[in-house]
T-cell receptor, first 113, second 112 residues
């Protein structure tokens, strides 16, 4: 079965640089969620999109922005990177008609040096 | 606000031992409850879920029962294996399109 695809899987950036993370949801899933998991931490919700519109916003820094495109894939753009942005970034998708189940991708591990 | 609390780890068990990881939640209404598992170096996998009170979720020998009266969703397994070594996250979701709120995670190590 198709799963959520995230790219790249690993990314190394320097402070003050910009990073773009991509998420490809499971086909026919219309909702995408982004989570950030710091080292040894639980995942924290950043932002979500439903039918290409932002549906909810969590503790996402102003330096970050995201969008969902017409093909439902989503991108998380991160600017002015800081050391504290080093984390595992998960994307999850869920199908229409509210199944409660979010399917998580393998994550992108971002390291800021 | 909505939150999840679970027992602190790390938990170390011998193979074939009984496992319990306690989880309690705070939420208004009737959230859905989940256990996610994260194996070393991997992403999050849904282990089991329960969407209403008294529901029992089960998968791969793991079980958890949604207890509204005690606001709990404890994870149990009768006989753990080395391959169960992972971090386990208890989580809740208020509505079907809502974000997932995770507990702090409990690290489990099973030794032969």
């Amino acid at each position: 079965a198709a799963g959520v695809i995230q790219s790249p899987r690993h990314l190394i950036k320097e402070k003050r640089e910009t990073a773009t993370l991509k998420c490809y949801p499971i086909p026919r899933h219309d909702t995408v969620y982004w989570y950030q998991q710091g080292p040894g931490q639980d995942p924290q919700f950043l932002i979500s999109f439903y039918e290409k519109m932002q549906s909810d916003k969590g503790s996402i820094p102003d330096r970050f922005s995201a969008q969902q495109f017409s093909d439902y894939h989503s991108e998380l753009n991160m600017s002015s990177l800081e050391l504290g942005d080093s984390a595992l970034y998960f994307c999850a998708s869920s199908p229409p008609q509210g199944s409660y189940e979010q399917y998580f991708g393998p994550g992108t591990r971002l390291t800021v040096t | 606000g909505n939150s999840v609390t679970q027992m602190e780890g790390p938990v170390t068990l011998s193979e074939e031992a009984f496992l319990t990881i306690n989880c309690t939640y705070t939420a208004t209404g009737y959230p859905s409850l989940f256990w996610y598992v994260q194996y070393p170096g991997e992403g999050l996998q849904l282990l089991l879920k329960a969407t209403k009170a008294d529901d029992k979720g089960s998968n791969k020998g793991f079980e958890a029962t949604y207890r509204k009266e005690t606001t709990s969703f404890h994870l149990e397994k009768g006989s753990v294996q080395v391959s169960d070594s992972a971090v386990y996250f208890c989580a809740l979701q208020k509505t079907s399109y809502d974000k997932v709120i995770f507990g702090p995670g409990t690290s489990l190590s099973v030794i032969p």
